[in-house]
């Protein structure tokens, strides 16, 4: 078991950054994979970036370029430095965990608003 808390989200103008942060309940240094998903009003919940135990990293197209993943072992959070947005990130973004169980965790999610 493990809860997940995301920070950082708000609103901002186009071509601004953003950080978000999550938060682990317990240590992430035996979770598998850690990430970020993120779901826009009307469409599916979609990949954002997800990185692994070992620090290898998966991106989106759209992410490419732009966003970048990070984890802290030491401190159980994951980051995601959100750079050049554009109206269409908006969304409200979710921290992702999938221990080595398979089972899938996810956070609540935090709302991110990019304005043109």
């Known amino acids: 078991q493990v809860n997940l808390v995301e920070s950082g989200g708000g609103l901002v103008q186009a071509g601004g950054s953003l950080r978000l942060s999550c938060a682990a309940s317990?240590?992430?240094?035996?979770?598998?994979?850690m990430g970020w998903y993120r779901q826009a009003p009307g469409k599916q919940r979609e990949l954002v970036a997800v990185?692994?135990?070992?620090?290898?990293?998966n991106y989106a197209d759209s992410a490419k370029g732009r966003f970048t993943i990070s984890r802290d072992n030491a401190k159980s959070t994951v980051s995601l430095q959100m750079n050049s947005l554009k109206p269409e990130d908006t969304a409200v973004y979710y921290c992702?965990?999938?221990?080595?169980?398979?089972?899938?965790?996810w956070g609540q999610g935090t709302q991110v608003t990019v304005s043109s």
């Open positions: 990185i692994n135990v070992v620090g290898s990293t």
């Open positions: 317990r240590s992430i240094s035996s979770i598998n994979v």
């Open positions: 992702y965990a999938r221990p080595f169980s398979g089972i899938n965790y």
